[in-house]
């Protein structure tokens, strides 16, 4: 028996059998490239966990139909401003939007014409605003908007731009136009009031611009 034949028996091993560092390489490298690609899904999941929650919040703070932000969202903004003002001082207004005659325009265009009129109407009133300011789709066809530390000769500039813009929507049907005005009611907020006060006074006096005619804005009392 050869030298080599020898050792091979002595071993138990066959001459072409990788050596044990080799099974280890081999085995890490293995390891390695699995390792590589949970690390990819993984990274995936955690992107689609990502867009998910950032769909989730976005879906918790706006409204479905126009994208401006909603209710829950302003009313939050509002109660901060509130604190904002009682701590440092300064002021804010509140000017609610209502659609005249919105309940006609659904019973004699449909739903889908009047959806489009509102998000026609959040877009009027949004491009109106200054860029501090704050909109959202407070609930049916009512719209609220903040206007931080605006005067009221701000928050009169911004109303008139509202209602020239909404005097400017016209949704085509067929052969006829849809038009769209509203009404609004202002109202700046005054020391020792929390944001639901002036908003009350906002909401009498867009009371008083629908009954006095509508397509109008009213300025709320003190």
């Not at 490239?33 to 689609?48: A, G, P, T, Y």
């Not at 706006?62 to 904002?84: A, P, S, V, Y």
């Not at 005054?190 to 009954?211: F, I, M, N, P």
Request: net charge neutral; hydrophobic share 35%; with cysteine.
């Amino acid at each position: 028996m050869g030298q080599l034949e020898s050792i091979t028996a002595l071993s138990g091993s066959h001459p072409h059998t990788r050596h044990p560092s080799v099974n280890l390489l081999a085995r890490y490298e293995r390891q390695v490239r699995i390792l590589k690609r949970v690390i990819r899904i993984s990274d995936r999941n955690q992107s689609d966990l990502k867009r998910l929650n950032q769909a989730l919040e976005e879906a918790s703070t706006h409204d479905q139909l126009t994208g401006l932000t909603n209710r829950r969202f302003m009313t939050d903004r509002c109660r901060q401003e509130d604190r904002r003002v009682e701590r440092y001082g300064g002021g804010y207004a509140l000017l609610l939007l209502d659609a005249d005659h919105f309940k006609l325009i659904n019973d004699n265009h449909g739903h889908d014409i009047g959806d489009l009129a509102l998000i026609r109407l959040g877009q009027a009133f949004r491009s109106s605003l200054r860029q501090e300011d704050l909109c959202s789709r407070w609930g049916g066809e009512e719209f609220l908007a903040l206007l931080i530390e605006a005067s009221l000769e701000a928050a009169v500039g911004v109303a008139a731009r509202t209602l020239e813009a909404s005097r400017a929507i016209a949704i085509q049907l067929g052969g006829t136009q849809v038009r769209v005005t509203a009404s609004i009611g202002i109202a700046a907020h005054v020391s020792g009031e929390t944001y639901a006060d002036t908003l009350k006074r906002a909401d009498d006096a867009l009371y008083e611009a629908k009954r006095e005619g509508r397509d109008q804005y009213v300025i709320a009392r003190g």
